[in-house]
């Protein structure tokens, strides 16, 4: 995906149409239709409608302050990876009821606005489709590319969707505005639900091309990729309590088939685990399957910045110090003198950089002061850099940040935000998607030259991490594994080290929760976590995960209003 025009959501074909899509509120989203110049009756020529999936790709960025589509809340946040941070616990209240899970409440105002700008996203794909079913390829030549370009989006919030309520009203693009109220959030399983959104990913998979003439429309690849997660978590059966009850092997197997596409395609792991992470020209690399794309100044408004993601700048930044590291985290890149992880006690006791190894993804994912700030010793980091100490502690999330010297760097007081893509999926996903899915199946074997070419990449991924005089700002070493050597390569052991490799891989990416709840241990790592930093953080001294309630959020209370009490909540809420 180099080297081609970049794809710009924020055209001014797009603020004409995304304008004809908004919908009035939360509450009648789903009866009100399009207000505005255009609407899916008055189409008719191929720009047109090519505008109306501009519209549907640009809510991929529509994101704000407190519905970040980069899942940090959800799925860094409501895990062991990270605090709430901010200025205390009131500080976004909400997210601190989310984070302890005790006083999660339905008719919370974040949960119904997750659930409405993720069917916004589905709305519109839905509204392209339905315009694009009375055409034929004679009158618009892309239309199976387009179609299935849609057919991904919907896909994507889909997956999100389910993941975060599990049980939703499924609604295509054969389903009239008027008959909306009338679909369930239980007329389809989860299971089912997960097949209709493989079904999307797979059409795709048929219908796109290997490569786009525009950066951030979606490829074949990025739909294999997608697929192949989908079918994962489809692999892992759930009882009507969110147990996991058992894994599909014919599943596993469909995961391996749609990762062996990915796996021979142009797209690869970068030679720096920092390239990832940078703006500028390492944007779109080869490890970035499909991402988000961002700008500003250019005619949209106020720009198409990451207002998703900007309460996680540092204090020193500019505000707002949300999305703090945990020392949980940040303890599991300790490494032994083997250069492996502590699988079994990294927890025993808090890194002491001074002493202790690391592995060097801590320093590309995690800063703390003392250190420089996105490799920059320029700007040194210290604790006026963080808000609230006691609380939430000194550390800062890197990934989703930039240098305050970029020109990408973007004041939008109070705030500080940026238009670094966001990765939505990458290349080192699918291999452990992959690695997984072998170990499941019994062939652990096959998945150790999986894991190990990120624990390569890892050990290889240095050069950036110095302070001024050139020293190394943390003691590295990180190590293949070796079965027989630092690991008896057992199923078991297996299975822990591609559980930790994720972990430490896509630290702070968003995933975190949703890989314990599709392995079935969240309930014993949240409160295995609770009771070891009840002690140092006052935030926990009331927090517990309830097995069989707190896998799913609640159906928002907004929605079942909506619905005439329709939908049903979902369990012990």
Known sequence: MMNINKFKYS??????????????????????????VLNEDQVSSPEEVDGFVIAAYSQLGNDEINRAFSMYQYGNVRADDAYKGGGGINDGDVFHFMETFVTSRPDQWNYDGIWFNIYVGIRRANEGLRIMNNLTEQEYPLLLTRQAELRFLRGYWYLMLENLFKNIPYI???????????????????????EKIAADFSFATEHLPERQEQIGRADKYAAYAFLAKTRLYQAYKQDENHAVVSIDRPLLEEVLKATEPVLSSPYGLEDDFANNFLPGSYENGKESIMAVQFSSNDGAGRGRVNFGDMLTAPQGLGCCDFHKPSQTLVNAFHTNQAGVPLLDNYNNGNVDFAVHTVDPRLDHTVSRPGVPWKYEPAHMV????????????????????????????INIPPFYSNTKTRIMIRYADVLLLRAEALIELGR???????????????????????????????????????????IQWTLENARKALRFERRLELALEGSRFFDLIRWGIADQEMNSFFEHERSTRTIYQSARFTKGRDEFLPIPQNQIFWSMNLYEQNPRY
């Open 382 to 409: 210290t604790n006026e850099w963080s808000r609230a100490i006691p609380i939430y502690g000194a550390y800062n999330s890197m990934k989703e940040n930039v240098s305050p010297d970029c020109d990408c760097f």
């Open 11 to 36: 055209s001014k074909l797009f603020a004409l149409l995304a304008s004809a899509l908004l919908m009035a509120s939360c509450n009648d989203m789903l009866e009100i239709g399009p207000r505005g």
């Open 172 to 194: 295509d693009e054969n389903v009239p505005a008027s008959d909306y109220g009338t679909i369930s959030n239980r007329e389809f399983t989860r299971d089912e639900i997960l």
């Open 444 to 486: 652990h074997t096959e998945a150790l030259p999986l894991i190990n070419q990120l624990r390569e990449r890892a050990a290889s991924s240095t050069t950036r991490l110095k302070m001024d005089d050139g020293t190394p700002i943390s003691r590295y070493l990180v190590r293949p594994y070796v079965d027989g050597e630092n």
